[in-house]
């Protein structure tokens, strides 16, 4: 059954390997077998007529999923360059039939979760890479440390000129393999004599239609188990009471990413993007790499001429002279561009390795291939909206005020909510408007599995959303899960699951008690209600369910900061507290001045006592806690803070509230979380100090009065609270503390003159000079008039 021997012509090859696929297709064009033999699950076969469609386009990958769970799929990956796929495209041209002949999909898939069996069909030709490394060992053998540069030596930089016998390479990696598996025997992978003997049982029937005159084009390992001779009756057996699962096929695309071990591919390569240029280039290799690499240089703004690439090529041939290599490969390439293209940087040597030793390369295959109404469905939307799929990462930029990028927005929401994630919302750049959405889109071949396992839901991506969130609603667990499943509903359109889930939002905010999982609920609502408003959709019944869930935390919160907290529990509601506050703002009704229940907005001078509305209640909160002993000092500076951030509380109330809290008597851990919960980093403390030193006076007298015991134990909260301003704002800091109050050069209101740079007080006619320039600022930076008119 060897080459030459009689037998079927038995190509070991490894997969993905270039060097394989050139020596397979010289071997058939020279035996022009009468049929080709691949290492596949015959399920496939009625999908081979497909490869040769005009629109398949490697890389490509099989895909076979259970039909009850698609979620337990195995792929079959091809590339231009993969051995496979180059004989079967052979055997379509001259018109030879071709098959697959491993163990079906069926037995496969059907293979318990978390078995042996199942991760082999899951790597689909991983099944056929043993835990064993095979190559490992025979360049261990050789003398080589890395593989990689071993079959390169002995493979990739073969000959390819005619001259050579295409049939010598198969041999000596047959003797090799017959060799490792008389020492290691399956390599330890049990279910490799399963999967041998399926192929024994499948060559035994082509032997009968069409005698010796076939070819067979596996992995290497397998070789010597396909040469031994068995009896049918045998390899019957081994294959008897195999459980068995009803399978649907397809053709995906794939990427050469995907190919990469890096990517997560046990049969992988390293470098793909390198393979398929060792593939495709006829002659000098290596010149037309670096050729390669000296466009992708120039493309990032990188300065490479063509003597650059000359003098690369030259280096690279020495370096391969130096190490006895009979060509240049991947290492010296690499080098050799690092030093003369890169300048010894290793960024545009990441960039090279990124784009091309791996590669975005995504394959595409023919509308004719069979998918599931869902994928059809998602592939109509992204040709209307002209949203291509790609391999590479693309920034996306919506402007939801124009239908179409609106409707893009609604279908990536809809894939996020199915749990098909090829669109990544980002922070938005140039505008902060909620009419501007960014994402970063990537397709990658997973996803088609994650399209099969939603089309459970429908037919159509919005049917599927619905019926995905309504069951999702019914399914949830906790408040939080809910409010964030409505602001998803929201952010997708799916207005007809929204009943549903406002239903599920309202039983279960009834029952909780927990003030953290509410606080933890009403950013999610109040949020929901802003990109309602944006996207014109009714969010009435979600505003009346938000302003009972804000009544309620107004009620619990004040208790539950007051019953002993510890740090870490106190810094929790602390995030709580600034969360509640944030939501507060967002429930207002910025046209009408009213909040989400109709009461009236509290303005900066009102008295917060007397407004009957949701902000009003939030404000007597916060001064309920600011004025409680018993609540910790990190949230009683905190509510201090936002209250004068608002305008509810004057400076010098302020100051009293402050003073108290760094009073003698207070202790020095309290005082110190009451400057970190009232001047902390990321709210901008240290510009208020700079501009109230009132405020940063109070702060040093007690800092200068904390006895030597207790400041060790304060040091960490204060470098926490000042260590995270800015560098200029600490310098200033450092310089009005060295001055003192009341000495010259101090601050205006403390007894001396004002520093440089400070007016006695505020000039008003400069200030208003200012905001016809933020009008102007705002609307080119594409804010509009939403976000010129926050602007007084």
């Known amino acids: 059954m060897s080459p030459g021997a009689g037998g079927p012509l038995l190509l070991g090859v490894r997969h993905h390997g270039p060097g394989s696929a050139r020596a397979v297709r010289a071997a058939l064009?020279?035996?022009?077998p009468r049929a080709v033999l691949i290492e596949g699950p015959p399920e496939g076969d009625a999908l081979l007529p497909l490869a040769a469609d005009p629109g398949m386009r490697p890389p490509v990958a099989l895909l076979a999923h259970a039909a009850d769970d698609p979620g337990r799929a195995a792929f079959w990956p091809l590339a231009a360059f993969s051995p496979e796929w180059v004989a079967l495209r052979w055997a379509q041209r001259r018109e030879v039939p071709v098959r697959f002949i491993d163990l079906p999909a069926a037995h496969s898939l059907a293979a318990a979760p978390g078995?042996?069996?199942?991760?082999?069909?899951?790597?689909?030709?991983?099944?056929?890479?043993?835990?064993?490394?095979?190559?490992?060992?025979?360049?261990?053998?050789?003398?080589?440390?890395?593989?990689?540069?071993?079959?390169?030596?002995?493979?990739?930089?073969?000959?390819?000129?005619?001259?050579?016998?295409?049939?010598?390479?198969?041999?000596?990696?047959?003797?090799?393999?017959?060799?490792l598996r008389e020492v290691y025997g399956d390599g330890g992978h049990p279910h490799d004599p399963v999967r041998e003997a399926c192929m024994r049982q499948r060559m035994r029937a082509a032997r009968?239609?069409?005698?010796?005159?076939?070819?067979?084009?596996?992995?290497?390992?397998?070789?010597?188990?396909?040469?031994?001779?068995?009896?049918?009756?045998a390899d019957k057996a081994l294959l008897t009471g195999l459980p068995k699962v009803k399978v649907e096929t397809t053709w995906v695309p794939w990427t050469h990413r995907r190919l990469a071990r890096a990517g997560g591919y046990g049969a992988g390569i390293t470098s793909p993007g390198w393979y398929g240029h060792l593939f495709e280039a006829r002659d000098r290799p290596v010149e037309r790499w670096l050729t390669k690499v000296a466009g992708l240089l120039r493309a990032a703004d990188r300065q490479v001429s063509s003597a650059h690439v000359i003098e690369a090529v030259r280096l690279a041939e020495t370096l391969a002279a130096m190490r006895g290599r009979p060509l240049p490969g991947l290492g010296e390439t690499l080098e050799?561009?690092?030093?003369?293209?890169?300048?010894?940087?290793?960024?545009?040597?990441?960039?090279?390795?990124?784009?091309?030793?791996v590669g975005d390369v995504l394959g595409e295959v023919p509308d004719a291939a069979p998918v599931v109404p869902l994928q059809r469905d998602l592939t109509r939307l992204q040709r209307s909206l002209r949203l291509k799929a790609e391999a590479q990462d693309r920034e996306l930029e919506l402007d939801l005020r124009k239908d179409t990028d609106a409707a893009k927005s609604l279908l990536l929401h809809r894939?996020?909510?199915?749990?098909?994630?090829?669109?990544?919302?980002?922070?938005?750049?140039?505008?902060t408007g909620t009419f501007r959405e960014s994402w970063r889109l990537r397709w990658e071949p997973e996803l088609s599995v994650r399209v099969a396992e939603a089309g459970i839901w429908g037919t159509t991506v919005l049917a599927a959303a619905t019926a995905k969130a309504e069951a999702d609603a019914a399914a949830a667990g906790e408040l939080g899960e809910v409010t964030a499943l409505a602001e998803r509903c929201l952010l997708a359109g799916l207005s007809r699951a929204l009943p549903?889930?406002?239903?599920?939002?309202?039983?279960?905010?009834?029952?909780?008690?927990?003030?953290?999982?509410?606080?933890?609920?009403?950013?999610?609502?109040?949020?929901s209600l802003r990109y309602g408003d944006v996207r014109g959709t009714d969010t009435a019944a979600l505003g009346t369910v938000a302003a009972g869930l804000a009544e309620r935390i107004c009620v619990a919160l004040p208790p539950a900061c007051a019953t002993g907290l510890a740090a870490d529990a106190a810094a929790e509601l602390r995030g709580h507290v600034d969360a509640v506050h944030g939501a507060v703002a967002l429930l207002a009704d910025p046209d009408t001045g009213t909040d989400a229940d109709g009461g009236t907005r509290t303005g900066p001078d009102a008295d917060p006592g007397t407004d009957g509305g949701l902000r009003g209640r939030w404000s007597g909160v916060l001064r309920a806690l600011a004025g409680r002993d018993t609540v910790p000092g990190l949230i009683r500076g905190r509510a201090v803070r936002l209250l004068l951030d608002e305008g509810a509380l004057a400076?010098?109330?302020?100051?009293?509230?402050?003073?108290?809290?760094?009073?003698?008597?207070?202790?020095?851990?309290?005082?110190?979380?009451?400057?970190?919960?009232?001047?902390?980093?990321a709210s901008g403390g240290g510009t208020l100090l700079v501009h109230d030193e009132r405020l940063l006076g109070l702060i040093d007298t007690w800092l200068t009065g904390v006895?030597?015991?207790?400041?060790?134990?304060?040091?960490?909260l204060l470098r926490r609270t000042f260590g995270a301003y800015e560098q200029g704002v600490k310098r200033t800091l450092g310089e009005l503390v060295r001055r003192g109050p009341g000495a010259p050069g101090g601050r205006a209101g403390t007894g001396g003159t004002a520093p440089e740079g400070f007016g006695p007080e505020l000039d008003t006619e400069r200030a208003d000079a200012v905001v016809a320039l933020v009008r102007m600022l705002l609307a080119g930076a594409g804010g509009g008039d939403n976000d010129a008119a926050g602007v007084a």
């Open 29 to 32: 064009d020279a035996a022009q």
């Open 115 to 179: 078995s042996d069996d199942n991760d082999d069909a899951r790597a689909g030709h991983a099944a056929g890479a043993v835990r064993l490394d095979p190559l490992g060992v025979l360049a261990e053998t050789a003398g080589y440390e890395d593989p990689e540069r071993w079959w390169e030596d002995v493979v990739e930089h073969r000959g390819s000129d005619g001259r050579t016998d295409p049939l010598a390479a198969f041999e000596a990696l047959a003797e090799a393999m017959t060799a």
């Open 208 to 233: 009968r239609e069409f005698g010796e005159d076939y070819a067979v084009v596996c992995g290497a390992w397998h070789v010597p188990a396909l040469r031994a001779r068995t009896t049918a009756a």
């Open 336 to 357: 050799a561009a690092k030093a003369v293209m890169c300048e010894g940087s290793d960024i545009p040597l990441a960039l090279i390795q990124d784009r091309l030793v």
């Open 415 to 431: 894939l996020r909510l199915l749990g098909i994630g090829w669109g990544t919302p980002t922070a938005s750049r140039g505008s």
């Open 500 to 527: 549903a889930v406002l239903r599920a939002l309202a039983d279960r905010a009834a029952l909780d008690t927990d003030v953290a999982r509410l606080a933890r609920a009403l950013p999610a609502l109040a949020r």
């Open 651 to 681: 400076a010098g109330e302020s100051a009293r509230l402050m003073g108290l809290a760094l009073s003698p008597a207070a202790g020095p851990a309290d005082a110190a979380g009451w400057i970190e919960g009232f001047a902390g980093g």
């Open 707 to 716: 006895p030597e015991g207790a400041f060790i134990d304060v040091l960490p």
